[in-house]
């Protein structure tokens, strides 16, 4: 029977381990298999962050990528575009948009606006014939002037008070087209309506009626960029379209 010598040699295969004599992994790895690390970081799976020489590399890795110099990172810059109010018709014109202002239909056309007048000078003319022929011979030349005198009354009152209601005539609901109020688009007012007949009636009825309308109409034609008639300017409103 043998006895056990703690100073003579370790037995193979048995006794007491060794921890300071186990051989190293081949690779040169650690006992667990794993490349040697200073920091014991496992490398990332999958292929190196790709960018060449300054691409974002972790905390030590470099710069982070970010946009050019001088590019907004939130996307378009603020500078690209006009500030508000400033539209292409020129420094201080009103903004993008069909109409006047934004959000405002666009402009009635010119025979629109022409049928619409005919259309209700004939139908006052008519109302002012029933009111005057009674009173006059069908061959009395003064029943013609008077027809046209009560016409313009008549006129002045009809217009004043269908603009100041929703901005149409009878002729102008017929045509599509109505007044609108230029800052903002809206029915004309009450004082902007009946300055808006006045101006058409009152001067016809002073001297020369048809050159006043003459006159008062190609001021319209020639008006930039908002084609107002002389009754237009002075009561500041605008014709637009409702079709």
């Known amino acids: 029977m043998s006895t056990y010598d703690p100073s003579g040699p370790e037995p193979e295969g048995g006794g007491k381990p060794s921890f300071g004599k186990q051989p190293p992994q081949s690779g040169g790895g650690t006992p667990e298999g794993t490349p040697s690390d200073p920091y014991g970081t496992p490398p990332p799976d999958g292929p190196p ?15 982070p990528a970010g946009p050019p110099y001088g590019q907004n990172p939130y996307g378009q810059s603020p500078y690209d575009q006009p500030p508000p109010g400033y539209g292409p018709a020129g420094y201080g014109a009103p903004g993008p948009g069909p109409g006047p202002v934004p959000g405002m239909p666009p402009l009635g056309s010119w025979p629109n606006r022409i049928l ?22 069908h061959a009395d030349r003064s ?18 008070l269908m603009l100041s209601r929703d901005g149409q005539t009878l002729g102008k609901k017929a045509m599509k087209v109505r007044v609108a109020m230029l800052v903002d688009g809206n029915s004309p007012t009450q004082s902007a309506a009946w300055t808006r007949a006045a101006v058409f009636i009152l ?38 379209s409702t079709a």
């Not at 000078?121 to 011979?137: D, E, I, N």
């Not at 309308?213 to 319209?220: A, E, K, N, R, T």
């Open 49 to 63: 962050p790709s960018g060449g020489p300054g691409a974002y590399g972790g905390t030590y890795g470099g710069a």
């Open 116 to 137: 619409a007048r005919l259309i209700d000078y004939v139908l006052v003319q008519a109302v002012a014939l029933l009111l005057v022929l009674p009173f006059a011979g």
């Open 143 to 160: 029943a013609s002037a008077g027809a046209f005198w009560v016409a313009c009354a008549i006129y002045f009152v009809y217009e004043g």
């Open 203 to 240: 001067p016809a009825v002073l001297c020369c009626a048809a050159l006043w309308w003459l006159v008062d109409g190609l001021f319209g034609v020639f008006d930039k960029p908002y084609r107002q008639c002389i009754h237009d300017k002075a009561a500041k409103t605008v014709v637009v």
